[in-house]
């Protein structure tokens, strides 16, 4: 919750990217499924969720409204004050509940989105077996088949800003790539090779 204060205190609010208004769309579909069938621990995962892919982008006012709407079930009285900082007038427990507009559902980007997580909740947890260890790393190497690289390669900073480390991306077939454990032979489709130094 801090740091949906500290975003939305310090934010100056633009457009959102197609990724964003997609994502933005999603989840609001979602959220509003997961409350109508009482599953509020899924809508508030998928919220964070959202908040996640949400910083470190630019936002539109109309797509910070539609998260400070999602969330106000969970945190009415916070959602109120960002609310009126985001520069609206009247009371956020007043507004219409948003509605997603599926069309702007982009598949792809879902589908992209959902690799990136995976591989960063892989590589969280790889940062949290070494530090049991007593070992600290800084830098994050990854080895895909060639024709997933790109969707890595997009999401390098989302990959650093989550993990916390330098990240490097690597073909399993570039002959240039820094491999020092053959971490490489490990990958397969959908699960890249790690290594962290």
């Known amino acids: 919750m801090n740091k949906v204060i500290e975003y939305f ?3 100056k609010l633009g457009n959102s990217d197609a990724r964003i208004i997609s994502k933005i769309n999603k989840t609001a579909k979602e959220v509003t499924d997961d409350i109508t069938n009482f599953k509020y621990n899924l809508a508030t995962i998928k919220i964070r969720n959202l908040f996640n892919k949400i910083v470190g982008n630019e936002i539109s006012k109309k797509d910070a ?5 999602l969330l106000h079930p969970f945190c009415p009285h916070l959602t109120e004050e960002l609310w009126q900082k985001i520069g609206n007038n009247g009371f ?13 559902i982009n598949i792809e980007f879902e589908r992209e989105d959902e690799i990136i997580d995976k591989i960063i909740d892989d590589v969280n947890n790889v940062i949290k077996i070494i530090k049991e260890k007593g070992k600290e790393a800084s830098k994050l190497y990854l080895y895909v088949i060639p024709n997933e690289k790109e969707v890595y390669v997009n999401n390098l900073e989302e990959l650093e800003r989550r993990t916390g480390l330098k990240a490097k991306v690597y073909s399993v077939i570039d002959k240039e790539k820094y491999d020092p454990e053959k971490k490489s032979a ?10 962290l130094e």
């Open 9 to 11: 205190s310090n934010k």
């Open 92 to 104: 956020l427990s007043l507004a219409e509940w948003p509605k997603a507009d599926e069309s702007k």
């Open 186 to 195: 490990k990958a397969k489709s959908g699960k890249p090779g790690i290594y």
């Open 65 to 69: 409204e539609i998260f400070l709407k």
